[in-house]
Protein backbone atom coordinates (compact mmCIF):
# COMPACT_ATOMS: atom_id res chain seq x y z
CA UNK A 1 0.00 0.00 0.00
CA UNK A 2 1.16 3.26 -0.22
CA UNK A 3 1.16 6.64 1.33
CA UNK A 4 2.98 9.80 1.29
CA UNK A 5 3.49 12.35 4.11
CA UNK A 6 4.60 15.80 3.52
CA UNK A 7 6.61 17.68 6.29
CA UNK A 8 5.17 20.99 7.73
CA UNK A 9 1.58 21.56 7.36
CA UNK A 10 2.47 25.05 7.20
CA UNK A 11 4.93 26.86 5.50
CA UNK A 12 5.67 30.65 5.41
CA UNK A 13 8.01 31.90 2.93
CA UNK A 14 9.25 35.87 1.95
CA UNK A 15 7.99 36.77 -1.77
CA UNK A 16 11.25 36.10 -3.83
CA UNK A 17 12.66 33.39 -1.41
CA UNK A 18 12.91 29.72 -2.16
CA UNK A 19 9.79 27.55 -1.96
CA UNK A 20 10.67 23.88 -0.38
CA UNK A 21 7.70 21.77 0.24
CA UNK A 22 8.85 18.16 1.45
CA UNK A 23 6.83 14.82 0.64
CA UNK A 24 8.05 11.46 1.26
CA UNK A 25 6.34 8.40 0.26
CA UNK A 26 6.26 4.38 1.00
CA UNK A 27 5.62 2.39 -2.10
CA UNK A 28 6.20 -1.29 -2.41
CA UNK A 29 6.35 -0.38 -6.59
CA UNK A 30 7.76 1.97 -8.29
CA UNK A 31 5.69 5.01 -7.86
CA UNK A 32 4.22 7.42 -9.94
CA UNK A 33 4.45 10.80 -8.05
CA UNK A 34 2.28 14.29 -8.14
CA UNK A 35 2.36 17.49 -7.15
CA UNK A 36 -1.40 19.41 -6.79
CA UNK A 37 -2.34 23.26 -5.93
CA UNK A 38 -5.54 23.91 -3.97
CA UNK A 39 -6.35 27.61 -4.46
CA UNK A 40 -8.96 28.69 -1.56
CA UNK A 41 -12.84 27.59 -2.41
CA UNK A 42 -11.20 25.70 -5.80
CA UNK A 43 -10.55 21.70 -7.11
CA UNK A 44 -6.96 20.70 -7.21
CA UNK A 45 -4.54 22.06 -10.63
CA UNK A 46 -2.04 19.48 -11.35
CA UNK A 47 1.76 21.43 -11.04
CA UNK A 48 3.43 18.69 -12.33
CA UNK A 49 4.20 14.60 -12.48
CA UNK A 50 6.47 11.93 -12.40
CA UNK A 51 6.13 8.74 -13.71
CA UNK A 52 9.33 7.12 -15.78
CA UNK A 53 12.51 8.68 -17.60
CA UNK A 54 14.08 11.80 -15.89
CA UNK A 55 13.81 12.37 -12.27
CA UNK A 56 13.88 16.49 -12.27
CA UNK A 57 10.29 17.27 -13.11
CA UNK A 58 9.32 20.50 -14.58
CA UNK A 59 6.00 21.90 -14.22
CA UNK A 60 3.57 24.82 -13.98
CA UNK A 61 4.24 28.04 -12.74
CA UNK A 62 8.30 27.83 -12.42
CA UNK A 63 7.72 24.83 -9.74
CA UNK A 64 9.47 21.89 -10.11
CA UNK A 65 10.46 18.61 -8.30
CA UNK A 66 12.84 15.96 -7.98
CA UNK A 67 11.82 12.01 -7.41
CA UNK A 68 14.99 10.61 -5.44
CA UNK A 69 14.01 6.91 -5.18
CA UNK A 70 17.45 6.44 -2.43
CA UNK A 71 15.14 8.86 -0.52
CA UNK A 72 11.79 7.74 -1.08
CA UNK A 73 11.65 11.79 -1.65
CA UNK A 74 9.95 14.36 -4.25
CA UNK A 75 10.30 17.44 -2.68
CA UNK A 76 8.63 20.69 -5.07
CA UNK A 77 11.02 23.46 -4.99
CA UNK A 78 10.49 27.30 -6.77
CA UNK A 79 13.58 29.51 -6.82
CA UNK A 80 11.58 32.54 -6.22
CA UNK A 81 7.67 32.67 -4.68
CA UNK A 82 5.25 35.09 -5.38
CA UNK A 83 2.35 36.06 -3.57
CA UNK A 84 0.15 34.58 -6.03
CA UNK A 85 1.89 30.72 -4.82
CA UNK A 86 0.10 31.19 -1.68
CA UNK A 87 -2.37 28.03 -1.76
CA UNK A 88 -2.19 24.49 -0.33
CA UNK A 89 -0.26 21.88 -2.04
CA UNK A 90 -0.78 18.11 -2.12
CA UNK A 91 1.49 15.76 -3.07
CA UNK A 92 0.26 12.32 -4.05
CA UNK A 93 1.41 9.30 -4.83
CA UNK A 94 0.29 6.15 -7.30
CA UNK A 95 1.43 2.60 -7.61
CA UNK A 96 1.96 1.33 -11.09
CA UNK A 97 -0.97 -0.94 -10.86
CA UNK A 98 -3.91 0.02 -9.17
CA UNK A 99 -5.92 3.03 -10.35
CA UNK A 100 -6.58 5.59 -6.86
CA UNK A 101 -4.19 8.55 -6.02
CA UNK A 102 -2.99 8.57 -2.48
CA UNK A 103 -2.71 12.08 -1.28
CA UNK A 104 -0.57 13.65 1.76
CA UNK A 105 -2.30 15.61 4.16
CA UNK A 106 -1.32 19.11 2.64
CA UNK A 107 1.03 21.91 3.25
CA UNK A 108 0.07 25.10 3.04
CA UNK A 109 2.04 27.94 1.89
CA UNK A 110 2.12 31.41 3.00
CA UNK A 111 3.99 33.95 1.26
CA UNK A 112 4.81 36.92 2.98
CA UNK A 113 5.62 40.62 1.33
CA UNK B 1 -9.07 24.60 -22.57
CA UNK B 2 -11.82 21.61 -21.86
CA UNK B 3 -12.11 21.06 -17.93
CA UNK B 4 -14.01 18.78 -15.60
CA UNK B 5 -17.11 19.97 -14.45
CA UNK B 6 -19.34 19.65 -11.66
CA UNK B 7 -23.27 20.23 -10.34
CA UNK B 8 -24.24 21.56 -7.84
CA UNK B 9 -21.63 23.99 -6.08
CA UNK B 10 -23.09 23.33 -3.09
CA UNK B 11 -25.80 20.71 -1.98
CA UNK B 12 -27.47 21.24 1.75
CA UNK B 13 -29.53 18.61 2.36
CA UNK B 14 -31.17 16.79 5.56
CA UNK B 15 -29.46 13.45 6.85
CA UNK B 16 -31.15 10.28 5.74
CA UNK B 17 -31.89 12.28 2.53
CA UNK B 18 -30.39 11.15 -0.75
CA UNK B 19 -28.21 13.26 -2.96
CA UNK B 20 -26.95 13.27 -6.40
CA UNK B 21 -23.67 14.37 -7.19
CA UNK B 22 -22.92 15.36 -10.70
CA UNK B 23 -19.71 15.08 -12.77
CA UNK B 24 -19.52 15.88 -16.72
CA UNK B 25 -15.75 14.54 -17.43
CA UNK B 26 -13.49 16.10 -20.22
CA UNK B 27 -14.43 14.47 -23.70
CA UNK B 28 -12.13 11.19 -24.72
CA UNK B 29 -11.64 10.87 -21.00
CA UNK B 30 -11.95 7.09 -20.44
CA UNK B 31 -11.38 7.01 -16.40
CA UNK B 32 -13.09 8.36 -13.36
CA UNK B 33 -12.90 9.23 -9.95
CA UNK B 34 -14.59 10.65 -6.99
CA UNK B 35 -12.30 11.87 -3.88
CA UNK B 36 -13.99 13.59 -0.88
CA UNK B 37 -12.00 16.27 1.70
CA UNK B 38 -13.41 16.73 5.05
CA UNK B 39 -13.12 20.54 5.70
CA UNK B 40 -9.41 20.86 7.07
CA UNK B 41 -8.39 17.25 6.19
CA UNK B 42 -6.64 15.74 3.16
CA UNK B 43 -8.24 14.39 0.00
CA UNK B 44 -9.52 10.94 0.38
CA UNK B 45 -9.84 8.62 -2.72
CA UNK B 46 -13.81 6.99 -2.42
CA UNK B 47 -14.12 5.22 -6.23
CA UNK B 48 -12.53 4.76 -9.08
CA UNK B 49 -14.70 3.81 -12.81
CA UNK B 50 -13.87 1.94 -15.72
CA UNK B 51 -15.09 0.73 -18.93
CA UNK B 52 -18.48 1.24 -17.02
CA UNK B 53 -17.88 -0.64 -13.94
CA UNK B 54 -15.87 0.18 -10.73
CA UNK B 55 -12.25 -0.70 -10.65
CA UNK B 56 -11.41 0.32 -7.51
CA UNK B 57 -13.25 1.20 -3.72
CA UNK B 58 -11.78 2.52 -0.82
CA UNK B 59 -13.27 1.59 2.52
CA UNK B 60 -15.21 4.90 2.31
CA UNK B 61 -17.32 3.53 -0.25
CA UNK B 62 -19.86 1.72 1.58
CA UNK B 63 -23.03 0.56 0.53
CA UNK B 64 -24.46 3.80 1.28
CA UNK B 65 -22.56 4.86 -2.03
CA UNK B 66 -23.09 3.96 -5.56
CA UNK B 67 -21.96 5.35 -8.97
CA UNK B 68 -22.97 5.26 -12.73
CA UNK B 69 -22.89 7.26 -16.33
CA UNK B 70 -26.21 6.94 -16.71
CA UNK B 71 -25.92 8.55 -20.11
CA UNK B 72 -22.17 8.10 -21.49
CA UNK B 73 -21.66 11.43 -20.26
CA UNK B 74 -22.70 12.55 -16.70
CA UNK B 75 -20.34 10.50 -14.03
CA UNK B 76 -22.95 10.70 -11.02
CA UNK B 77 -22.17 9.68 -7.04
CA UNK B 78 -25.28 9.19 -5.18
CA UNK B 79 -25.62 8.69 -1.70
CA UNK B 80 -28.32 6.80 -0.63
CA UNK B 81 -29.25 8.14 3.43
CA UNK B 82 -26.82 10.96 4.06
CA UNK B 83 -24.83 10.88 7.52
CA UNK B 84 -23.83 14.37 9.22
CA UNK B 85 -20.25 13.13 8.38
CA UNK B 86 -20.36 12.73 5.01
CA UNK B 87 -20.66 16.62 4.89
CA UNK B 88 -17.37 17.55 2.66
CA UNK B 89 -16.12 18.71 -0.41
CA UNK B 90 -16.57 15.74 -3.30
CA UNK B 91 -14.24 15.87 -6.21
CA UNK B 92 -14.72 14.59 -9.18
CA UNK B 93 -11.55 13.45 -11.36
CA UNK B 94 -11.04 12.24 -14.81
CA UNK B 95 -8.21 11.11 -17.10
CA UNK B 96 -7.57 9.81 -20.71
CA UNK B 97 -5.49 7.96 -19.22
CA UNK B 98 -4.60 5.67 -15.59
CA UNK B 99 -1.45 8.39 -15.42
CA UNK B 100 -3.78 11.62 -15.35
CA UNK B 101 -6.32 12.79 -13.10
CA UNK B 102 -8.07 16.40 -13.76
CA UNK B 103 -9.95 17.37 -11.28
CA UNK B 104 -13.37 19.40 -10.84
CA UNK B 105 -14.01 22.51 -8.89
CA UNK B 106 -16.13 20.26 -6.13
CA UNK B 107 -19.07 20.04 -4.50
CA UNK B 108 -19.89 20.86 -1.28
CA UNK B 109 -22.17 19.16 0.71
CA UNK B 110 -23.75 19.94 3.79
CA UNK B 111 -25.66 17.58 5.69
CA UNK B 112 -28.03 19.00 8.24
Known amino acids: AQSVTQLGSHVSVSEGALVLLRCNYS??????LFWYVQYPNQGLQLLLK??????LVKGINGFEAEFKKSETSFHLTKPSAHMSDAAEYFC???????????FGPGTRLSVLP | EPEVTQTPSHQVTQMGQEVILRCVPI?????FYWYRQILGQKVEFLVS????????KSEIFDDQFSVERPDGSNFTLKIRSTKLEDSAMYFC??????????FGPGTRLTVL
Open chain 1, 92 to 102: AVRGNYGQNFV
Open chain 1, 27 to 32: SSVPPY
Open chain 1, 50 to 55: YTTGAT
Open chain 2, 27 to 31: SNHLY
Open chain 2, 49 to 56: FYNNEISE
Open chain 2, 93 to 102: ATGQGANEQF
